[in-house]
Structures are given as structure tokens and as C-alpha cells.
């Protein structure tokens, strides 16, 4: 089993930055990727960023500039630098990995770590 913790969400005022933090811990070999998605009120969930191992990350269109991700693939722990935050950032951000199993992958998700965005 695998059991991924996310810290670092909040309130934070428009033009302001929040870093969110995720750790996997837990029976696993290795991890081939890992991101974070969001679902806003009345949302679908929706991919943020993905950090592959050995590749590049990706974005959605409306945060690139304004996010980064990073993984520390030592310590299996992946983060969300958001600068330049907007109210429609407003979310709830889940952490998503995807754990090498036998014949393929498994997908893991955290609890989920709430960011508003408001003045």
C-alpha cells in the first residue's frame, strides 16, 4: 500500500504564493509519475502539473509561468511552487502518483489540501 500526505495549503490573497508539498510513503519500488490535480467548486478534477521520472513536466495552460513543479525522487516527495496565484486557483490540490507494480502501474491519490485565493 501506498499512502501519499500533502501539507501546505491556505488562504492567500491574490499576487500571493503558497509551496505544497507531497510525500509517498509505504511499500513500493519506484514511482514513474508524479503530480498534482484540482477540482474547484463545481469542477471536474483537472491535471495542474505532472513531473515524469527522467522527463520533462507538463501544464496545464493556465498556470504555466505562474507554477513549477519539482520532485525529490531520494525522498519521493513531489512540490507545487505557485506564485502569482488568482482567485480561480481556488481549489482543492491532490497529489497523484503513479507507483510501479507488477505488469504496469497503480494510481495513488492524497487526501487533498485546500488553497483559497481571496482578498
Known amino acids: 500500500q501506498v499512502q501519499l500526505v500533502e501539507s501546505g495549503g491556505g488562504l492567500v490573497q491574490p499576487g500571493g504564493s503558497l509551496r505544497l508539498s507531497c510525500a509517498a510513503s509505504g511499500s513500493f519500488s519506484s514511482i514513474n509519475v508524479m503530480g498534482w490535480y484540482r477540482q474547484g467548486p463545481g469542477n471536474q478534477r483537472e491535471l495542474v502539473a505532472a513531473?515524469?521520472?527522467?522527463?520533462?513536466?507538463n501544464y496545464a495552460e493556465s498556470v504555466k509561468g505562474r507554477f513549477t513543479i519539482s520532485r525529490d525522487i531520494a525522498k519521493n516527495t513531489v512540490y507545487l511552487q505557485m506564485n502569482s496565484l488568482k482567485p480561480e486557483d481556488t481549489a482543492v490540490y491532490y497529489c497523484?502518483?503513479?507507483?510501479?507494480?507488477?505488469?504496469?502501474?497503480?494510481?495513488?491519490w492524497g487526501q487533498g489540501t485546500r488553497v483559497t485565493v481571496s482578498s
Open positions: 497523484n502518483a503513479a507507483v510501479v507494480v507488477v505488469g504496469g502501474w497503480r494510481n495513488y
Open positions: 513531473s515524469p521520472s527522467g522527463g520533462s513536466p
